[in-house]
């Protein structure tokens, strides 16, 4: 791969010059060229054991390990028996995996979203949605599922972190070296790189196509840093969430437009589509475009079978969190498309705004990814429900609880962060086939049977391990940063290994309440300081670069951690990665977490500590509304008791204090000669037991595919037989329902007196109401009369419906008539709603006309 350089005035060529390893070696060439090693442990194992150190110097990765493996190194590893043994069945297992030809009989999805968390050499993710996204493709492959995922290759990535003396966060954006990645370029039959282009403000971007391989996924990744396009458009893919909102909007365009177009190229044409997260919503339209060129479909028509293909996962719990853009940079990027899809630009501007007429109103992409999507999610249950409010402005004239927003709970990949020791006891005292068998509860209850002793051990081990990579770590960072020599001594021997050690680690935006814990400096300080019951904090986690607040946070804990209380007590460690999560998530004893309810959809990083016997103390908010069992870890209250944050926040901490003094610590100390606490193994048994087997990857593939998956493809192949007849016939009945619509006259009303007389409780509600429906059906047509219960000035709650039933027509009069027994006694609101039917409607909301009569 050669690229041109400018250096003062000279004229550069790059050339990359591959390292070439013995033929009796290569089989670590091609394991190292695909993901797989990194959830496999003989494998990581295997790259570990040929040199320790370097492994871990060059990031755990062994394509960078093998590029500087010495000829000396080569020949010993080639004499070593046991290593080339372990070798060859490492690799012949790898080929029983990618070999094995799956029955294929679901359809093919692509899967879309801006990053993917799947190994810390591959600088592809941020926090929680890359992991999220990285986990599910690793569940795909170990399933042979039918999907192909769509990215970014970023040349700088996300950030890595460093900590000043004074606790600033310093932002280091290091470049990647593709040649040292398990990337290869995309080659069409010609054997050329396959390149896109995207018009991006009037002039034309070109991206290239990357493979990655992850187990049988197939990862394809744009990037647009190389020589033919200009500089700032190189830029476009250096950095995750990089750059401006401009810049936003481009790398949007690149993925949702671009990667279509590369899968286009690469001549698949997968039969589904899931948008994870809004990033990529402008697929839609590109979507829309295609098929209008190919299919000769018009724009509704293409609306409506993209729309049966699509499924959008919204991972955000505010508004403020989607991405928005102001119509005037709109125009410079996607104005084109509105003569690509013959409609007005109001019309596309409509498409991401509550109100097309407002010019004023931002474009928002979530809203563009719902109004293409049939289907859409959250991703727990409450946040499901906190979606539906969300979205709820889109279709004004629905309760939020009747919108058809679901959910689906996410998950962790069990065997990319269970610890090798718990794996070993798992398939030992569970049952060999828990791997394929993971949300077999009767397996996970064995664990019951297990003696605490074993457990304990597992857990001290871990333990150990955590610590001594802690004391390694903290030794290196302090001294980096100047520290005194005599604080650093103190703090890291100060790291006792039979303290109980909480965990908090995740991403530092203010709503996760990191500094939650120093509400309260004297109550944490005796907590800490107990010689008979020590404590122990870790922290770690990084903040946006524009993110000052969380940056803030930081900074307060770090020099919290440098204050004579709570030196060695309390503990920050710098740049939170993936191996170092595997490491917390494995060895700590709590994993804290305290967000702002309900501001967390879902979270994931509690999942992995279940699965490695760590309890979960959480406010129930996100996964642990679903997860929490008495018995099985320790919980916050869902509801707040305070409007006041501050007087929230004091409450909070003062519970957190409270469970630790009264609960948590007495419970863990409780331990007999071994050392062994019987109540708190019993806290780790039924955490395994009865958690770890509902928030495994597998049972998150298996909800996709009976709620959404399998809905679209029933829906879409209606909707595409005999030349998509289904499709325009759908969209000629719509029409015809737009333009009647006003025309429809009330012509009768029979209801109760309620104004007059009240209704027992046990009586009958009857009510008649005859329309003038002009040329349309009486069965077009749907009235229903819905109960309401009023909680302010300005809110309603939905108590139930009714429908009515056709009783009578009359050439254009239609009569329809209902008879209930409300079961509630109370004061009620109601009113009666007309609404359109067709057997092709997915839900009311894929058709939202509403009238109130």
């Known amino acids: 791969m050669v690229g041109n350089l400018t250096q003062n005035g000279a004229k550069l060529k790059r050339i990359f010059i591959e390292p070439k390893l013995p033929e009796g070696l290569k089989p670590l060439a091609e394991l190292s060229q695909n993901l797989w090693w990194s959830w496999n442990h003989e494998a990581t194992e295997l790259f570990k054991s040929i040199d320790p150190e370097k492994f871990e110097g060059v990031n755990y990765n062994p394509v960078a390990l093998l590029e500087e493996l010495s000829i000396e190194k080569a020949k010993e590893l080639l004499d070593d028996k046991g290593f080339t043994t372990k070798m060859k069945r490492v690799h012949a297992e790898f080929r029983e995996y990618i070999d094995k030809v799956p029955a294929r009989t679901e359809p093919q999805i692509a899967y879309f979203c801006m990053e993917y968390g799947l190994h810390q050499s591959m600088r592809l993710y941020s926090g929680g949605l890359g992991i999220l996204a990285g986990d599910y493709l690793k569940e795909v492959s170990d399933r042979n599922f039918n999907l192909i995922a769509v990215g970014l290759l970023y040349r700088y990535g996300y950030f890595q972190q460093g900590i000043s003396l004074n606790g600033e966060q310093i932002n280091h954006f290091d470049p990647a070296t593709f040649t040292q990645l398990p990337l290869q370029p995309v080659r069409d039959k010609r054997g050329e790189w396959i390149k896109v282009q995207v018009n991006l403000a009037g002039r034309t971007i070109w991206a290239r196509v990357w493979l990655l391989p992850v187990g049988r996924v197939p990862l394809y990744l744009l990037d647009t840093d190389f020589d033919d396009n200009r500089w700032e458009d190189r830029s476009i893919s250096h950095q995750l969430y990089g750059g401006d909102n401009e810049n936003r909007l481009r790398q949007e365009l690149l993925l949702g437009v671009g990667g279509l177009r590369a899968l286009k190229a690469m001549d698949l044409n997968p039969d589904l589509y899931h948008l994870n997260e809004g990033h990529a919503a402008f697929l839609g339209i590109e979507r829309i475009n295609n098929y209008m060129k190919d299919k000769d479909l018009s724009f509704e ?31 410079d990027y996607i104005y ?5 899809l013959d409609i007005p630009w109001e019309d596309l501007m409509g498409l991401g705004r509550i109100d097309k007429t407002d010019a004023a109103e931002l474009f928002n992409v979530s809203h563009l990814a719902i109004r293409t999507s049939q289907e859409v999610n959250g991703v727990s249950r409450l946040h499901g429900d906190v979606s539906k409010k969300m979205f709820a402005e889109l279709n004004p004239d629905y309760s939020y609880t009747e919108s058809n927003v679901g959910y689906v709970t996410n998950s962790v990949h069990f065997p990319t962060w269970v610890a090798r020791e718990w794996l070993d006891l798992y398939q030992k005292e569970l049952g060999k086939g828990i791997l394929e068998d993971q949300r077999n509860k009767k397996l996970w209850a064995k664990i019951h049977g297990v003696p605490a002793a074993s457990l304990m051990d597992i857990r001290r081990l871990l333990k150990k391990r955590l610590f001594d990579w802690v004391r390694h770590s903290l030794q290196a ?8 020599p005599r604080s650093t001594f103190e703090i890291i021997n100060s790291l006792r290994d039979d303290a109980l050690v909480i965990g908090f680690a995740r991403r530092f935006a203010t709503y996760k309440r990191a500094t939650l814990l120093f509400t309260n400096e004297k109550r944490l300080a005796d907590i800490v300081n107990n010689a008979d019951r020590p404590v122990i904090f870790l922290f770690a986690g990084k903040a946006h670069p524009a993110d000052k607040a969380g940056q803030e946070f930081i900074r307060l804990i770090y020099n919290t951690t440098k204050s004579p209380l709570f030196k060695g007590k309390v503990v920050f460690l710098e740049n939170y990665s993936m191996e170092m999560a595997k490491l917390l998530v494995q060895g700590v004893d709590i994993w804290l977490n305290n967000p702002t309810r309900p501001l967390e959809a879902s979270g994931t990083s509690g999942m992995k500590a279940v699965m490695n016997g760590v309890m979960n103390f959480s406010v129930l908010d996100g996964w642990w509304c679903e997860g929490y069992k008495p018995g099985a870890g320790w919980a916050l209250p869902e509801k707040e008791t305070f409007e ?23 419970t863990y100390y409780e331990q007999d000669e071994n050392g062994v606490s019987e109540r708190w193994a019993n806290h780790i048994k039924k955490t395994i037991a009865e958690i770890a087997p509902e928030f495994v990857m597998g049972r998150m593939l298996d909800d996709y595919q009976e709620r959404f998956y399998s809905k679209l493809w029933a829906q879409c192949q209606k909707l595409k037989q005999n030349n998509y007849r289904a499709a325009r016939s759908l969209v000629e009945w719509k029409g015809r329902i737009r333009r009647a619509w006003e025309a429809i006259e009330l012509v009768e009303m029979e209801v109760p007196d309620t104004h007059n007389h009240s209704l027992p409780l046990g009586g009958h509600f009857k009510a008649s109401i005859t329309l ?24 309603l709650e939905l108590i139930t419906t009714y429908p009515l039933e056709l009783k009578s027509q009359k050439e254009a009069l239609a009569t329809y008539t209902c008879d209930v027994a409300p079961n509630a006694a109370g004061v009620f609101e109601f009113g009666f709603r007309l609404y359109p039917k067709h057997p092709l409607l997915a839900h009311r909301q894929d058709f939202g006309l509403v009238r109130w009569l």
């Open 301 to 331: 028509e293409s609306l409506e079978v993209v729309r049966s293909t699509q499924l959008f996962t919204t991972h955000t719990p505010v508004p403020a969190g989607h991405d928005t853009f102001p119509e005037t940079l709109l125009r």
């Open 336 to 340: 084109d498309y509105t003569y690509a």
């Open 477 to 484: 960072d302090l001294s980096r940063r100047g520290e005194n």
């Open 644 to 666: 006041n944050a501050a007087l929230q926040n004091e409450l909070d901490a003062e519970t957190i204090y409270n469970l630790l003094e009264n609960d948590i610590i007495p």
């Open 772 to 795: 003038h429906i002009q040329h349309l059906k009486a069965e077009d047509l749907g009235i229903e009369v819905v109960f309401y219960k009023r909680l302010s000035e300005k809110e």
